[in-house]
């Protein structure tokens, strides 16, 4: 074999080396360009967008605090009143009596009880109780059976540990009636004591429920 023929074979062999390493080992290829960072700016006002949300929902949820707090603050003061309102009522309601009697009949034995837990609860509390009759009867006979009626109530309610000095009594007899009327139903309303807080009743309070 000649040298020109050797050489040339050395050469297709290199070659075929060259093309077999080239296709054993594909060309790498180029990473993705970075994404490009986002700005200062943009950085900035979404931290700052997120500040203003955290103040708002700090901020709404105070708010929500204290107007929970002022409901129930109006809702215990509202009670309060209620209750205040009530004892008063109850305190000033009126007791009814028979005919010619100053006997204390069961409605108005009860309602002398619930005034006697008020002054018991109550011990700045001072009352007068007027007597009053129907328009049947002397002025005399009148007024003499309202002030009977009068100390009647004050009776139950002394003899039950309220002092006697707490309670005033007074009779205007048929003088001021209630209703006015000839029959029956005008003549039960107006055989009456009625009841008039005379000192503390600007701090009262309600007797606790047992």
């Not at 009949?105 to 309602?111: F, G």
């Not at 837990?117 to 328009?135: K, P």
Request: aromatic residues 4%; proline residues 5%.
């Amino acid at each position: 074999m000649s040298k020109n023929m050797t050489g040339k074979i050395r050469s297709a062999s290199l070659v075929a080396g060259l093309l077999t390493i080239s296709t054993a080992c594909p060309r790498r290829q180029a990473p993705p360009p970075p994404v490009p960072p986002a700005s200062l700016d943009s950085i900035a006002r979404e931290r700052e967008r997120v500040r203003q949300d955290s103040i708002s929902r700090a901020d709404a949820a105070r708010r929500d605090s204290i107007a929970r707090v002022q409901a129930e603050a109006d809702r215990v003061r509202a009670e309060s009143e209620r209750a205040i309102a009530a004892t008063r009522a109850s305190v000033t309601s009126p007791i009814y009596f028979e005919y010619d009697s100053d006997l204390l009949s069961v409605e108005a034995t009860a309602n002398l009880e619930a005034k006697l837990a008020i002054l018991n609860a109550n011990t700045g509390l001072r009352v007068r109780v007027a007597g009053h009759t129907d328009e049947r009867g002397s002025d005399e006979y009148n007024l003499a059976l309202g002030q009977r009626r009068a100390a009647a109530a004050k009776r139950f309610l002394t003899q039950r540990g309220v002092r006697d000095d707490r309670i005033e009594v007074v009779s205007f007899g048929e003088e001021r009636p209630e209703v006015t009327g000839g029959d029956e139903s005008a003549w039960s309303r107006n055989r009456r004591d009625e009841f008039e807080i005379v000192a503390g009743g600007d701090a009262l309070v309600a007797p606790v429920a047992r």
